[in-house]
């Protein structure tokens, strides 16, 4: 494999351009029933084979009236149009019908009265105001039209769709099949949750956190625990996670240290495209092939792991689960903080968003952005991106603000 960054790091886009042209998305779909789709990703369109709604349907509880009747002192009551239960007859002139929000618009009415805008005495309904033609009035096809496609392929699937899906009547879809990634965290320091810890142990959190951002991803997990700093040992983890993995995702061990066996063994072994980028946190992200798997080996540093993933693990994890890519919501708000920062490399700071006197949107630092202090991450719930040549920044200043993922819609 040609190597794109021998000398120089690559730029974070450099690297999501690299990404995007070296990967293939898996094949292989499955049928499921449509609530077990959430998240996954569409294998084919969806199109709407009927119109939704199916008829023409009151917006409101009320009367359905002739239009050509305005003026008419009081119109005579002949029925009632639930929802479910149509009024089976017509509307004459000098008719009105009773009608409920959702009932189908019986036959010769040409809009809906609020019930409010009435007086009703027995089956002599008066007007108080008339509506206008068409008022009140849902038509068949003003959500979806038959033959329109209304979820794309590559589309992952929200409760929205959901809701879409169930209001054609659709009860299963084909989804892309879930990717497989392993992952596993290196280090001789690590102990697991539950152990005592010796003399300069430390928990190992890096499982944690990826396990939770692959999670959200909905890719189908194999956690192989902590593999010591040993030469031998890495390289039977790597072939084992491999061998049963698409993607297999490492943290610990690329940088330059003599215990830092990831890296070597992958470019030794494997084939590895680029292992330095002009991001901060996140230097020495490591991106290449091995044993037939995709394989990202994150730094070891806690914050690095999570900014790694977010900007370069997680695009390349959904483009190789089939889904369409689409732009990350970024947009500029002034800082309220003063923030450190050398020029050099891409920065991805920790913040958080407030809500000024005004009441306009602002964002300030978490705080120290330390790659160890994981609670920055945890405080936070936007990254302050600022650019490569950018030195400090002082407060007032205008920065680019890129909010985490909300799980709910
Ligand atoms: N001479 C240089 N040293 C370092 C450089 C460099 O360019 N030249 N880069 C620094 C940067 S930037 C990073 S980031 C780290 C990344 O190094 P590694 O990926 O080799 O990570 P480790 O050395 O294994 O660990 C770094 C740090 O993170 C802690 N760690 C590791 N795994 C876990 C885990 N699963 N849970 C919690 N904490 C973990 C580890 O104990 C270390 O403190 O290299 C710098 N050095
Ligand atoms: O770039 Mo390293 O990821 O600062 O800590």
Redesign the pocket.
Known sequence: MTDPCATTPLTVAEALEHLRTALTPITGHRRVAIRESLGQVLAGEIMADTPVPAHDNSAMDGYAVRNDDAGTDSLRCVGTAFAGQPFTGGVAPGECVRIMTGGVIPAGATAVVMQERTEARSDNITLRQWPEAGENIRRAGDDLQAGDIILPTGRRITPADLGVMASLGRAEVDVIRPLRVAFF???D??RGVGEALGAGD??????YSLYGMLTRLQVELLDLG?VP?DRMAVRDALAHAAAQADVVVT???????E??Y??QILREQGEAHFWSLAM?????LTFGRYAGAWFF??????V??MATFTQVVAPALRQLAGETARPRPRFRLPCRSNLSKKPGRQDFQRGRLVVGEDGSLEVESVGRQG??M?RSMSMADCFIVLPADSGDVTAGEWVTVEPFAGPLI
């Open positions: 965290s290196t280090g320091e690590l430390i928990y190992d959190s890096n499982r902590v700093d943290s610990g061990g690329v940088s330059v240290g215990a830092d990831v890296g901060k946190p996140g230097r020495p080996g994150l730094p070891g540093n806690p690095s792991v790659s160890g994981l």
